[in-house]
């Protein structure tokens, strides 16, 4: 017994001084690299057109030029990071007529079918706004990794904003705020990393991470 005690107890002395695995995930799984990516839209007030960006959004693709019907996109965008570059506007954005982001603090995007379509892609999928799940589709062009840069997906959609809630009450009238807004996505894509962790059994002492 005390050798069987002693072999476990040298084995999970092991286990907490493994360094940790990085593996590779499949060669057509990406994810955001935020340096360099944007995702951004234009929509018009009062006749005149402004664009806005978000700054804290994540995006997971499963993509392969060679078989684009076998991929996804997933994306979480926080909506309390909307940026329009007049901080009063932004304020009216997050509020509960608008991204009622006390509520709905983000909005997801999920595409599960994507086909060719002339020297581009088209990902046709479900957003979620607010409370509300509508068909969206995403237009793209990719550009595959190379030796000195990752790879690249540049994209638009088109979507009304009365269809998902935004812009409630007098808001509703498209006569200050158009009911257009235009979507554009330029994002870099780093092959996915999958950890593969031990369990700590350190507790919480000061060297656990």
């Known amino acids: ?9 040298a084995a999970l002395a092991a286990a907490i001084w493994l360094p940790v695995a ?10 955001l ?7 951004t839209f234009t929509a018009v007030q009062q006749g005149a057109k402004f664009e806005s960006r978000f700054d804290r959004f994540t995006a997971t693709v499963r993509f392969d030029p060679a078989s684009p019907e076998s991929g996804s996109i997933s994306s979480r965008i926080d909506l309390g990071s909307v940026d329009t570059g007049n901080p009063e506007r932004d304020e009216v954005l997050t509020g509960a007529d608008w991204f009622s982001v006390g509520r ?36 793209f062009r990719w550009t595959p990794a190379s030796a000195a840069q990752p790879a690249r997906l540049l994209g638009s959609a088109t979507l009304e904003r ?11 009238d498209t006569a200050y705020v158009g009911n257009r ?9 780093r092959p996915t990393r999958v ?15």
């Open 181 to 189: 807004v235009d979507v554009q996505v330029n994002i870099r894509l």
């Open 195 to 209: 950890s593969d962790k031990s369990v700590s059994i350190k507790g919480n002492s000061p060297d656990a991470r």
């Open 162 to 172: 009365l269809a998902f809630g935004v812009g409630q009450g007098d808001w509703r």
């Open 22 to 31: 990085a593996v590779a995930a499949p060669a057509n799984e990406f994810e």
């Open 104 to 139: 709905w603090p983000e909005a997801v995007f999920t595409a599960g079918r994507i086909v060719r379509v002339g020297d581009g892609y088209r990902a046709s999928g479900t957003l979620t706004l607010r409370d509300v799940t509508a068909p969206v589709s995403l237009s």
């Open 1 to 9: 017994m005390n050798v069987l005690r002693a072999l476990v107890g």
């Open 33 to 39: 690299e935020a340096a360099g990516s944007s995702l």
